[in-house]
Structure formats: C-alpha cells, structure tokens
C-alpha cells in the first residue's frame, strides 16, 4: 500500500494527465489520494512544493531506470544504446520528464519556483531534498553520462581480474608491454629501455586516455537522445548512437562536454 505521500504524488500526476497545472486545486489532488487538504500541505507546504517534489520523483525514477539497464548482463555498446532508446522511449511518453531532460517547460507544467531562502525548511526530509531541486539539463546529462562511465569501467576491472585469473603463472598479461619475469633477455632490454621511457608514465596517460574516450562516448550517446527527442530524425535513435560509441576516434577524445555542478554531484 503505497504512502500518503506517493498516493498524493500518482493523484497529482494523473491530475496533470487531463489538464494544465494552473487548473489543479490541491483539494482535487487530496481527494483523489483519498487523504486530507491538510495531510497535503503538511507534506509539502503548498503547490511549489508538490510541483518541485513531482520534478524529483521523475528524476530519481529516471536514473533508477538508467542504472537499472546499465546493471544487464550485454556488451558495452548494446547498453549505451538501451539507455539513448529507453530514454526517448520514457521522455515521449511522459512529459514532465521531458521537461526535465530538455529544459523545454510550458504552460502546462511550468518550472516550479525555487525555494525562497527567507522560507523555513520543511520537517519532512523528502521534501526538503525535493525543495533542493531537481538537477538541470546539463547536470542531468553528466549524471547519466558517470553512472554509464562507472558501470562500464567496472565491467573492465571485473574482466581484467577474470583474464589474470586464467593466466598461467609466468606468462606474460598481453595487454600490458614489458616482459615478464621468466624472460631475462627482455628483462634486460627493459632495463635499457628504461632510460628511454617511462612504462608508469605510459600506462598512466594510457589510462587517462581511455577514461577520457569512454565519457566522450558515454556523453555523447546521451546527448544524441536528447538532440532526437527534440528534432526526430527519419532514423531510430538506436542506429545513430551505435555508429558514434562504437566508430573510432580520428581525433583524441577531449574533455567531457558537461560536468556535474556540485549541487548535482551531491545526488
């Protein structure tokens, strides 16, 4: 049985379904959750407040879906593609999510107001993180684009470790250069070439460059969803992402286009 709040918040959403914001009277949205005008305002102290705890109910359902099909058991590009398809898929159908993902707000949901400082915070600690705001559209990208990026670096510790595991003692890991201890004539050569180089330094700028590809990548599959959500194209979303994380680079992957405020790095 669901919580006074979540039957007020799915009343509100149903609300929303048949008519503008603007025309909702909190006492419908009461009724409708089968609780009273007063249990409401206590649980988020007026309209703003249910409008801003709306906006986070999407968002935190959103990244749970994200995550959720970023935890399957499927290669690296299947899963970015999942996420850009599920994303369009999910922001067409719902539309305050779209809102949320485009910065696109209308007349009939419009940005709620933030919070005014001079406004005592509320007692109850969903509501209060309600009141923080949602995340904006850039923020909302960079959280997407991390989580992609992290479950997907874990995926490749948890291969690198099954790789070493099923390595012979002695025998050389082929994805890193140098020989091996049971080679003393490349042992020797690396001690020359040492001077030379730094193995350390390589594998480190090495590293660096793979995590800057693999957030290029994780970033720009969520931004071709978004582009698609606002401009569709005569192609599915799904092809397009597919060719960019998976197309090799003819330039080194720069920066991240967006970063987390700290205010969202916080969620």
Known sequence: MPTAREALLRSA???LAERPW????????ASGAGVSRQTLY??????????RALMRRETDRYLRGVERLLGERAAAADRLVAVAEWTVGEARARPLLRALLTGCWGEWFPAPPAVRETTAASGVPAQ??????PPGTADLVALVRDRSAAALRQDQRDQGQ?????REPGQRDPSRGGP????PGRRDQARHDQGRRDPDQRDHGQR???RDELLYRCELAVRL?????????????GPLVRTAVTAPLRVPPRAPLSAPSPRAGAR
């Open 22 to 29: 603007s025309a909702i009277r909190m006492v419908d949205v």
């Open 128 to 133: 209060r993180r309600a009141d923080a705001g």
């Open 225 to 237: 969803a978004l582009a698609h959500l606002i401009a569709p194209g005569a192609e599915s979303v």
């Open 180 to 183: 091996s201890r049971s080679d």
């Open 13 to 15: 959403l149903a609300a």
């Open 162 to 166: 099954r790789d070493q595991g099923q």
């Open 42 to 51: 206590n649980e988020f102290g007026g309209k703003d407040g249910l409008a």
């Open 208 to 210: 660096a460059y793979d």
